[in-house]
């Protein structure tokens, strides 16, 4: 199976996935850490500020990210992580910056 697609056109979908509570983009946040395209997949590597997440939450997150790619024909795979010291850093930086303590 040959992919019809490139990290491109998944970064630029995916980055149209609001926070649900910050006005700003997954991506923008950096918790779209890693986009992998392989044979038939898509692997979306999502870095959480926490380690523990509510499952609403984490839930809601990982299906808005599907859903933004659901016309690729390709199984879609969303691994999550804790953000690092320096990522979440950032995090609070942009939260901060945009009005959202």
Known sequence: M?????EQYIRREIGNVM???INCSLVELGIVKNIQIKPGRVIIT????????PDSIKDYL????????????????IITVAM?????KRFFALK???GKS
Not at 2 to 6: D, L, M, P, R, V
Not at 84 to 88: A, F, G
């Open 2 to 6: 040959t992919n019809n697609f490139s």
């Open 19 to 21: 926070h649900p509570t």
């Open 46 to 53: 999502m870095a959480l500020p926490f380690a523990v997440v």
């Open 62 to 77: 990982v299906e808005s990210l599907r859903e933004s790619i659901e016309e690729v024909e390709a199984v879609v795979e």
């Open 84 to 88: 690092t010291k320096e990522e979440l």
């Open 96 to 98: 901060k910056e945009l």
